[in-house]
């Protein structure tokens, strides 16, 4: 018996360093199509998801968000990951790290006229890190920025759109941004590290708006924005030991979002059932018109209009034990009023975009990180909190966000010890609740999945032996 288990772990090894021998071959022939299947998804469920630039994704990483969002003072332990919400929490990078990651997210309703539960699923992050000596490393990503979800029927639009002056009975919109994204970390010392990333954001979110006039007669606005812009964010992070290999470490980071132009074509028409006299009349019978689709009163335009993505800063302090626990409270600011300045229709009556604040508390596990006998005390075990003021404000209501989340990150090596080469099956649960019931919103109800592999391989350094 343990002569064949022998074998079937043998034979286990053998195919992975095969797989290992055509990961690059591999990676290369699924990241085009992956690019492309990326701008085509469907991301948002929330009700909410049509304000601003619609609900935001980026740097939705399942290791981050297993841990509430932890993200300003987190190292990947043995440098399992790549960090892009802070360039300078990734000196732990020591051999070249693939991502490839993907998140389901299901959303429940309640409320006056509630929609039915809504699901999704859609490739969240590809990225790619290596060092590049031993004090530089560098880092790509492309993964989505926003995604735009409107699930309103006429039912649950008691107000007008300020900009057009019509009352509405319809409104429909696709669309979301995606971000292409790089990082440089530099190690001043064992102690002290910068890091500076930036993101190429863009996209297209359309909106269409409708109102029946009358039985044959509906009035449409369309809306289609089509943005450029790039976001700047610097990081720092410090880190010391205390006492018996206990370590604190505090970091930082400040966003810039830098001045762009979004291109704004609008169109308005009427659609008209028109009676025609009917080109084919029946012999002997009556001539009877027939009602033909008319289109009138078209109008389009296009404009520029000058914005910039919202600014942020974080602020976050860890204290913890290298290759064994971390726990780290983080504050989260974002200047979402510079949203204004996209002069959107406001859907719900008064609508204001305010400046956001998130609290996250969390950390993670790792039961015995050299256990030769016991696979799980090598699983690294993420737990996390969050509450978070939007900042938006829908009808004289602010809407917050609150939540927990559970993860684990599973070693695919047969062997049994750490190392730079690691890869790892990541996986991350989410359940939190957003929004209100009061002045005909809604309040949502909802879950995430989130499933991303990790390898590891040193690509850049020479072999020694072929």
Known sequence: MKIKNYIFVCTCKTYFVRLQRHFKSIFFLVLFPLFIGIQAQTLSTSSYGHYGLGEKFVDNDVLIKSMGGISTTYEMPMGSGINFFNPAAN???GSSVFSLEGASFWTRYSGKNA??????????????????????????????????????????????ISQLDQPVDDIKGSGGLNALQGLINYSINKNFQLGFSGSYVFGNIERRYQKKLSEDSTKLWEFDDKLNALEIKLGALYSDF??????????????????????????????????????????????????????????????????????????GFAYGEDFHWMISGQFDWNKNSELD???????????????????????YWIPKSNSYKSYFSRVIYRAGLYYENSGLVVSRELINDYGLSLGASFSLKIKKEFDEDSSYLNVG?????????????????????????????KWFKKRLYR
């Open 91 to 93: 000196g732990k990078i």
């Open 115 to 160: 929609p039915e539960l809504k699901n999704t699923f859609f490739f969240s992050k590809i990225s790619l890190g290596f060092p590049l000596d031993e004090k530089w490393r560098a880092a790509l990503a492309y993964q989505p920025y926003s995604g735009y979800f409107h699930p309103f029927s006429k039912d649950t639009i008691p107000d007008r």
């Open 242 to 315: 205390y006492q018996r290999g206990k370590r604190w470490i505090i970091g930082a980071t400040y966003g810039i979002g830098t001045k762009s132009d979004l291109t704004r074509n609008l169109s308005s028409y009427k659609l008209e059932m028109v009676g025609k006299d009917n080109p084919n009349p029946e012999k002997g019978k009556e001539q009877k018109k027939i009602k033909e689709l008319d289109v009138k009163d078209r109008y389009s335009e296009s404009n520029k209009i000058s914005f910039r993505l919202p600014g942020s800063f974080s602020l």
């Open 341 to 363: 300045s996209l002069k959107l229709p406001r859907v719900q009556g008064r609508e204001d975009q305010k400046n956001s604040q998130r609290f996250s508390l969390g950390g």
């Open 429 to 457: 649960f989410g359940l939190g609740q957003r929004g209100t019931t009061q002045k005909a919103l809604l309040k949502e109800t909802y879950a995430n999945l989130r499933v991303g592999f990790t390898f590891g391989a």
